[in-house]
Nanobody, 127 residues
Framework: QVQLVESGGGLVQPGDSLRLSCAASGRTLDYYAIGWFRQAPGKEREGVSCISSVGGSTYYADSVKGRFTIYRDNAKNTVYLQMNSLKPEDTAVYYC????????????????????WGQGTQVTVSS
């Protein structure tokens, strides 16, 4: 079983940047696809970005394309979400999730695909 812990959230102004971290313990992330999801108050959780277990394939929701970058550092057993040009509509609790898979190059944008979830980290974008 893998445990996930998100960090890096905070209160920032529009246009600022944040980097979220999803640190794993209990298992190496080498064979896990990772997804980032977010949930704003009063809204359903939505997919933001995901990365395949091997091969580095990535997916981005249209709302974050060109502003967010997902990448992994397997040596640190951590996946990052670099968020630039933040907007007030990016305000949400951000969650990372992991799916064990031996298929390389496949991303999983749907939350039902994931087996393990972190506790979330709050991102607030406000002037």
């Amino acid at each position: 079983q893998v445990q996930l812990v998100e960090s890096g959230g905070g209160l920032v102004q529009p246009g600022d940047s944040l980097r979220l971290s999803c640190a794993a313990s209990g298992r190496t992330l080498d064979y896990y696809a990772i997804g980032w999801f977010r949930q704003a108050p009063g809204k359903e959780r939505e997919g933001v970005s995901c990365i395949s277990s091997v091969g580095g394939s990535t997916y981005y929701a249209d709302s974050v394309k060109g502003r967010f970058t997902i990448y992994r550092d397997n040596a640190k057993n951590t996946v990052y979400l670099q968020m630039n040009s933040l907007k007030p509509e990016d305000t949400a609790v951000y969650y990372c999730a992991a799916k064990l898979t031996y298929y390389s190059g496949i991303t999983y944008p749907t939350e039902d695909d994931y087996d393990y979830w972190g506790q979330g980290t709050q991102v607030t974008v406000s002037s």
